[in-house]
């Protein structure tokens, strides 16, 4: 993975989604989206059932998937990729 023209990442797409967790569950809340990473699906799952009854979790809106190659861009970087038409 480059980033401003450094590498941050060196791997396989597969190595690098592995090492941060090949399930992830999305919480956003309007702007604000938080990601975390999890070995298995069940695990995500687990998560979400503890934390059904927080208060803080009113507004918000909670995703289960398989984890992206550019869900650990985000993650490494704390930015969304943009995509430029240069056409």
């Not at 507004?59 to 992206?68: A, F, G, K, L, P």
Request: aromatic share 6%; with cysteine.
């Amino acid at each position: 993975i480059i980033h401003q023209g450094r590498i941050i990442a060196d791997g396989t797409a597969e190595s690098l989604i592995e090492g941060h967790g090949k399930w992830c569950r999305i919480i956003q809340r309007g702007k604000e989206k938080k990601t975390d990473f999890f070995p298995s699906r069940e695990e995500a799952l687990d998560r979400v059932k503890e934390n059904r009854g927080d208060k803080d979790n009113g507004d918000s809106q909670m995703t289960i998937r398989r984890t992206s190659l550019e869900d650990v861009f985000i993650t490494l970087t704390g930015k969304e990729l943009q995509f430029h038409d240069h056409a």
